[in-house]
């Protein structure tokens, strides 16, 4: 049971990426997905959220906006697009899986029971 994370790299503030999430050894259709960011010396914190058939979504303030969350069944892989990067947007980024039956968003950072390796996204002046 794997989750890795991939996408990440150098960009220029306004640019854009697109992260990958891709799980093998399960099936992400039976889980949410949330994806995170740690920047040096601060706490993990949530930056989207998607329940289990993509019917909801959630971001926080600090990036509703500028990211997107969405999923592929048919490849087993949750993406994360990032438009108008700033450079606090640089950190490390996680993805998270938590295997659950309600089409429901999990935000607590504790509810995840697979955690990707993450993937360092630079943003530049």
């Known amino acids: 049971v794997q989750l890795q994370a991939s996408g990440g790299g150098l960009v220029q503030a306004g640019g854009s990426l697109r992260l990958s999430c891709t799980a093998s050894g399960f099936n992400l259709d039976y889980s949410a997905i949330g994806w995170f960011r740690q920047a040096p010396g601060k706490e993990r914190e949530g930056v989207a959220y998607i329940s289990r058939r993509g019917g909801s979504t959630y971001y926080p303030d600090s990036v509703r906006g500028r990211f997107t969350v969405s999923r592929d069944k048919a490849k087993n892989t949750a993406y994360l697009q990032m438009n108008s990067l700033k450079l606090e947007d640089t950190a490390v980024y996680y993805c998270?899986?938590?295997?659950?039956?309600?089409?429901?968003?999990?935000?607590?950072?504790?509810?995840?029971?697979?955690w990707g390796q993450g993937t360092q996204v630079t943003v530049s002046s």
């Open positions: 998270a899986a938590r295997n659950i039956l309600k089409d429901t968003v999990v935000t607590a950072i504790t509810g995840y029971d697979y």
